[in-house]
């Protein structure tokens, strides 16, 4: 970089007797190395112009400083390195303020926490997140924020990556004063001069005691028990809880020194590459062609088509993104368990104290239940989530063509149906979208924005634009039986059904899939969602399916005794007297047996390494294939679309990544051994065999699109 361009993201300039040095390196003021040495160069200035008594650090644009650049990570270090940057700016011989206007961040708080004084301003963001990249705070972070609030507090921050506002900071010790304005510069002005009014001394935060060390002690020992239990198999909790230790234990510089160990490990770690990877996944998937070629159209008021669990979730989200909306059911009862399905929701939140009745009433009044699709006409798009029937569904859309507007949008919620076929049943292809919400709908973040042919580019920013207002994570996906996620679930689940044929208990299957770090395993999954929905599928599919290709039949044989899981008290597991958690059954695996036994298949034994490597095969490659079919993007679509839909754990990554970092000639020779058993199921995707022909990895292909 120019010396001009490392001048210009770091500029001070001295008003009074104060040196102002703004951060301006957008979008968020990452401490990237041009402002590390921008920084660096700032205090220096300051201890050597005589005119100079007090430094004011404040952030450009929207954050004070969002946190050390991330894309540095794993890249050769440059100096000055963060901790050094602060440790300089603590050490300077004059006050140093920082006024925060914005996110303050990992990184950022602790250049807040190095300087001597602290102002926020009402919209200022503080927090330690790096926890949620894998990582720890490496900048004296772990060692400077429990001599300001407290080493309770200060590991709560770092193990939960909240964000305090303003007031909470104050409140918790982190700042000193809040100050009210947007004007960082001003408010940090008025506080500087006041402080040197006021002869204040330069107070170092390495300078402050830790009180009561032996309580704080014990308190760690108790979080460092709490921790491993409850953040099962992640690295870096852990280490956090250790650098509190050594902040109560160690004298400053030695629990810096030990900061800086464990945050190496932590840098080292496949988790930190894992995490890394899906924070800038998520940011890249509303990055899609239609962007850039058109803007959204405008919308304000919206339809919902069916009042059902999906109908009621997605008004509750648009409800809550600020819109109004009309849901239409087809007659008076329905109507009304519709309305009562979204009130529930809003009577929960009230019920636990986090919303008040008159918030309620203020969001329902945004609410209008109707039985007339008349009651649409004016409406700027809809959402249809009836039952999931493709002859159903064209009856809606050929309503909607009948009483939208011109240029309303028409969205389907379905999650498998050939939205060209439902567009087609309209005089205006160019409007259907589909919008596939995961249930419940008022929770869940993924949607996948999927997009038939005839589409123009504007509905499908308009889907985005959507998306961003509910706060979900949009991935744009093509059309096809199943989209991305349900696609590539259908294969895995037939992967563990194999697996489970061959000789693995579905207990067995389950408890290696939690062992990698999902939270459920598949049979726990199909007993929650409804044995009966993937059942349904199965027959709807089963006049298509290649006779050649195996079939398992243990799910039918369980559906056929009514065992459709919790709602029925029974499925692959026992939930004896409306128990959430199951029981295994041995009913269940006797009903395994007689199929082995039918199929004349002997059981043999599977490690839970071996579940996982045809689990995770399976998923792999099918993933290649949506990618190299067009139906996602890039594979980077294919991971969010499982992290945020399928409960896929984040310190992986997603299957992509995951696959990047086993390796895709292994996967390769997996998927080669696995096809000696099953050519037809197992044959690799020639994308991955082109791949690994040209030495490359999914992630070359996640360029933005
Ligand atoms: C750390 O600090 C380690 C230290 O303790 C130790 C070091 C030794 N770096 O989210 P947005 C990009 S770890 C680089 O869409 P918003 C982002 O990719 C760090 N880039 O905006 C996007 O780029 P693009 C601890 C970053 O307004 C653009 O900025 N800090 C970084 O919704 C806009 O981002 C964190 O974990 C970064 N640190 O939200 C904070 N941050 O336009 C992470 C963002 O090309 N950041 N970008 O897609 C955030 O939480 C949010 O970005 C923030 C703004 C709340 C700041």
């Not at 080493?151 to 409140?171: I, K, P, W, Y």
Request: one cysteine or more.
């Amino acid at each position: 970089m120019s010396n001009e361009a490392k001048a210009s993201v770091v500029r001070a300039a001295r008003q009074g007797r104060v040196l102002v040095v703004t951060i301006a390196n957008p979008p968020v003021n990452a401490l990237g190395v041009a402002v590390r040495q921008g920084l660096l160069a700032a205090v220096e200035q300051a201890e050597a112009d005589a005119a100079v008594q007090a430094v004011l650090i404040v952030g450009e644009g929207k954050a004070f400083i969002a946190g050390a650049d991330i894309r540095e990570f794993g890249q050769p270090a440059q100096p000055p390195s963060l901790p050094e940057v602060c440790n300089r700016i603590e050490a300077c011989g004059k006050t140093v303020v920082a006024a925060i206007h914005g996110p303050a961040l990992g990184g950022g708080l602790e250049v807040a926490m190095a300087a001597h004084y602290r102002v926020a301003l009402p919209a200022a963001k503080l927090g330690l997140p790096e926890v949620n990249l894998g990582l720890l705070p490496g900048a004296g972070g772990t060692q400077r924020a429990p001599r300001l609030m407290g080493v309770r507090a200060a590991a709560g921050l770092m193990l939960s990556g909240q964000h305090l506002g303003a007031h909470a900071a104050f409140d918790a010790g982190l700042v000193d004063r809040v100050a009210q304005g947007a004007d960082p510069v001003a408010a940090g002005l008025q506080y500087a001069e006041e402080l040197l009014a006021a002869n204040a001394p330069v107070r170092r935060t390495r300078d402050l005691a830790i009180a009561d060390k032996a309580a704080a002690l014990a308190e760690l020992d108790a979080l460092a028990l709490e921790t491993a239990k409850k953040t099962r198999g992640l690295f870096s909790p852990g280490k956090i809880v250790e650098c509190v230790r050594a902040a109560v234990e160690l004298p400053f510089d030695e629990g810096l020194a030990r900061e800086r160990a464990l945050f190496v490990q932590c840098l080292e770690s496949p988790q930190r590459q894992g995490l890394i990877h899906a924070f800038f996944a998520e940011r890249e998937t509303a990055k899609i062609p239609e962007a850039k070629a058109a803007a959204p159209r405008p919308f304000a008021a919206i339809a919902v088509i069916g009042g059902g669990t999906m109908g009621a979730g997605i008004t509750v989200s648009a409800l809550d993104a600020g819109l109004q909306v009309t849901m239409i059911e087809r007659d008076a009862e329905s109507i009304a368990r519709g309305q009562k399905n979204v009130e529930k929701v809003y009577d929960g939140l009230i019920a636990k104290g986090r919303m008040t009745p008159e918030a309620k009433a203020a969001t329902m009044a945004r609410y209008t239940p109707s039985t007339s699709y008349d009651d649409i006409a004016h409406v700027d798009l809809v959402i249809e989530a009836v039952f999931e029937d493709i002859e159903v569904k064209k009856a809606v859309f050929k309503e909607l063509d009948r009483v939208c507007k011109p240029g309303a949008v028409l969205a389907t919620n379905t999650s498998y149906l050939d939205i060209d076929a439902i567009a087609a049943v309209t005089g205006r292809p160019q409007d259907v979208i589909g919008l596939h919400f995961f249930s419940p709908a008022n929770i869940m973040k993924l949607l996948e924005i999927v997009v038939p042919a005839k589409v123009s580019a504007d509905v499908v920013a308009t889907a985005f634009e959507l998306a961003k207002r509910m706060k979900k994570v949009p991935v744009r996906a093509g059309v096809c039986d199943g989209f991305i996620g349900n696609r590539i679930l259908a294969v895995y689940k037939q992967a563990a059904d194999y697996i489970m044929e061959d000789g693995a208990s579905p207990y067995e299957i389950d408890e290696a899939v939690r062992g990698f770090g999902y939270p459920m395993g598949p049979f726990q999954v199909t007993d929650l969602a409804g044995g009966d929905i993937g059942w349904a599928t199965r027959k709807r599919r089963a006049a298509t399916r290649d006779p050649k290709a195996r079939y398992v039949e243990v799910a039918d044989r369980i559906c056929e005794r009514g065992w459709f899981g919790q709602k029925t008290g029974r499925g692959f597991y026992l939930y004896a007297n409306g128990a959430r958690t199951g029981m295994p059954d041995p009913e269940v695996l006797a009903i395994v047996q007689a199929e082995r036994a039918k199929k004349g298949v002997t059981p043999r034994k599977f490690t839970p390494e071996e579940i996982m490597r045809r689990y995770m095969a399976a998923m792999i490659n099918e993933g290649a294939k949506v990618v190299e079919e067009g139906i996602a993007l890039r594979p980077l679509d294919v991971d969010v679309t499982f992290l945020s839909g399928y409960g896929f754990p984040r310190h992986r990554g997603g299957p992509m990544k995951h696959a990047d970092m086993v390796g895709l000639p292994q996967v390769l020779a997996d998927l080669r051994e696995f096809a000696q058993e099953d050519p037809l199921f197992w044959k690799p995707a020639p994308l991955l065999e082109k791949l690994v022909a040209e030495g490359r990895n999914f992630d070359s292909l996640n360029k933005t699109a």
